[in-house]
């Protein structure tokens, strides 16, 4: 059963604590993508990575960090340096960038701030 | 940045009734796809249409682009009560990932 899974479905961080969000997916595909969303709002571009050992910033990239170690894994940490991190993220996946069928998306992590 | 900008940003329809939204980009694109979130979930994949299409059908889904107007629209005809979702936009242009514009919230009345 293929797919792209998330975890944990929700997350409280405190202050001042790093956290890391999972995202593995089963599907072989090249590239992944992690996306922030807030109340109400669209979704907005964190980090990608188009190959393993290979990821690019996003449009707010800043208080976050990455890492792609395996094809199947793309994990999220959000770090003390996030003033704001209290939102719902979003990671997806799909064959490569540029020209994409489509993207597949996990069900996401509501990370609040306690 | 928002590449794409949904139109209107809320809709509300009786069941039966057709439903349209209309999103606006910015730069050149290799394609533009529409994508469908249920409260609280994760996005699902609808349509892709390329830039060197017009019109393409899916079901109940009809999406039209026009690249001289850096323009889309997605209907959906014959609304269900399960159609209530927010729907987004999303532009692929070839360098980087999608960029996801901010959605309209379809509410569809039983």
């Known amino acids: 059963d293929g797919g792209i899974t998330q975890s944990p479905k929700y997350l409280f961080r405190k202050e001042g604590q790093n956290v890391t969000l999972s995202c593995e997916q089963n599907?072989?595909?090249?590239?992944m993508y992690w996306y922030r969303q807030d109340p109400g709002q669209g979704l907005r571009l964190i980090y990608y990575s188009q190959i393993v050992n290979d990821f690019q910033k996003g449009d707010i990239a800043e208080g976050y960090s990455v890492s792609r170690e395996k094809k199947e894994s793309f994990p999220l940490t959000v770090t003390s340096a996030q003033k704001n991190p209290t939102a719902f993220y979003l990671c997806a996946s799909s064959e490569t960038t540029g020209e994409s069928g489509g993207a597949f998306f996990g069900q996401g992590t509501r990370l609040t701030v306690v | 940045s928002q590449q794409g900008e949904e139109d209107p940003q809320a809709l509300s329809i009786q069941e039966g009734e057709n439903a349209t939204m209309n999103c606006s980009y910015k730069?050149?694109?290799?394609?533009l796809q529409w994508y469908r979130q249920n409260s609280g979930r994760g996005l699902v994949h609808l349509i892709l249409?390329?830039?060197?299409?017009r019109e393409k059908h899916s079901g109940r889904l009809r999406v039209t682009l026009d690249t001289s107007k850096k323009s889309s629209s997605l209907l959906i005809t014959a609304s269900r009560a399960a159609d209530t979702a927010s729907y987004f936009c999303a532009t692929d242009t070839g360098r980087r990932a999608l960029t996801f514009g901010s959605g309209t919230r379809l509410q569809v009345q039983p």
């Open positions: 599907l072989n595909h090249d590239a």
């Open positions: 249409i390329r830039s060197n299409e």
């Open positions: 730069t050149s694109i290799n394609n």
